[in-house]
């Protein structure tokens, strides 16, 4: 009987064959926070244990609401500085022009490589499945424990595979088809499993895409999401992989699965998630014309230089009918967005454009909404409150989409625009 | 950890952290104790103003999905919830509770014959749930390591413990 990617990955780290639920301890390869370092800074000195495992395992971003909108988070900032001196804590992105979303530059640096064991201290984590690694969200409380012990335990996951074939019709993207699939799974439809994407279909998408895809593992419950580690991921690590403890895993093509889903990418059209809820799927054609107060383009969902060039394709010489937030995932999603032009068109059109970082996805600065106001984002959650107030609502949609209802003020097809 | 009774707060499935705990107070409220102030504030004001310690939550499917923020798991335990029961827990969520020493309980049936409002008995040396109306579920022990982890209090008094500090 095969293994799927779960049972390799897991078994690689404990150095022993494991099989599906099973109960394994694991070293991590790379533990990552963000601003949240702090509070798990403060955990971690309740244990008593006065240094790290390992300092050079230890990844710190800061991105939740950075520069610091208010005193407590100023303080929260200046705690994670300390601890990081203090510690030794040397892979540190602070708020200076070399940071950005933190899964977006755990990406980009050369973190996340295949096979690696990589825990984050924010659920979606589960990005960096698009390089091939395992890797999964934990709370603050178990990553204090990382850090003190360099071990961490997990039930390795029973697994799902989802088939894709097929290439998209123009105007339609992989966040068109992971809100499609999330909308016939459902919010709990993989629930403690390790997702596996496989197929032509994924083969055909860049890294970036692929990266979308993984990203939304959490918001259908998953524990980890990854894509087969090939070519296009080898050729973007060649160059900067930050260790060398990697190596490429893949499902074998007898592995037993628990669930298993087949999509046409041709079967795909351009979608949203409705408020307040990711599964709450429809088409852009079943929601055309409702109402828009605020557009959002960024996030570690769709924040990424190709999610730009998408939205810069619709806006190009056209004006903004209501306010439209722009967030690069990185200083270096910008600089590339200010080569290519791109800055001008989204400042010609009339977006105001924000310092990367997360913005207003999870309702700290930089776009709220006011009660009875509607946005269009291309992050990963609507749930009440989200952005900031609980009266609000928010559609989730590709950059294309978000573009589109920008120029019009109201959900519209791309595929009308493009 | 024998015996608890408690009145019920029953809602429904895919209940996410940010209604249960909202994102925007996640750098701005560091206390436990003021946690427990905005418990469940975007889901139910009741609970919010007038859950008391010894309560019960009872949830439907995917309890506790979205954000790994502990905070969520923090602020019900901080304001005495007991036991939560629900169809299933979102797998952050879940570790978040044993990790912070709240029981919790995986028993679908009981969710559906629980009524909202009512007392309900959890025994946890028998695995038991005992309604009002003197229906009783049973629900499996939890794993050696896992009762470790919630009679110790949590994970972080856990490794203290384990490594002898």
Known sequence: MGKTFAEKALGRAAGQDVVANQVVTVEPDWCMSHDNAAPIARTFKKIGVKNVWKPERIVFILDHAIPAPSSDHAVNHKEVREFSAEQGIKNFYDVMSDGGVCHQKMCEEGYALPGLIMVGSDSHTCTYGAYGAFSTGIGRSEMAAAWATGSIWFKVPESMKVVVTGKFKPGVTAKDFILKFIGDVKADGADYMSVEFHGEGIENMSIAERMTLCNMGIEFGAKNAVCKPDQKVLDAIKDNAKCDRWEPLWADDDAVYAAEYHYDLGDIVPGVAKPHKVDNYATVAEVKGTPIHEAFLGSCTNGRIEDLREAASLLKGKKIAIRTVVIPASWKVYRQAMKEGLIDIFLDSGCVICNPGCGPCMGNHEGILAPGEAAISTANRNFKGRMGDKESFIYLASPLTVAASALKGEITDPREVL | ?165
């Not at chain 2, 335990?77 to 979102?90: D, L, N, P, T, Y």
Request: hydrophobic content about 40%; charged content about 25%.
């Open chain 2, 1 to 165: 950890m024998a015996t608890v009774k408690g009145k019920v707060w029953k809602y429904g499935d895919d209940i996410n952290t940010d209604v249960i705990f909202p994102g925007k107070y996640t750098y701005t409220i560091k206390e436990r104790a003021d946690m427990a102030k905005v418990a469940l504030e975007d889901l139910d004001m009741d609970f919010n103003q007038n859950a008391k310690p010894g309560d019960i939550i009872v949830g439907g499917k995917n309890w506790g999905c979205g954000s790994s923020r502990e905070q969520a798991v923090s602020c019900v335990k901080e304001r005495g919830i007991a036991v939560i029961i629900a169809k299933s827990f979102a797998r952050i969520y879940y570790r978040n509770c044993l990790n912070e020493g709240l029981a919790i309980i995986i028993c679908p049936d009981a969710v559906d014959a629980i009524q909202a409002g009512e007392q309900v008995e959890v025994d946890f040396d028998k695995g038991e749930i005992r309604t009002e109306k003197g229906n009783v579920f049973q629900f499996p022990a939890y794993p050696d390591f896992v009762k470790g982890l919630i009679e110790d209090g949590g994970l972080i008094p856990h490794v203290k413990k384990s490594l002898g500090l």
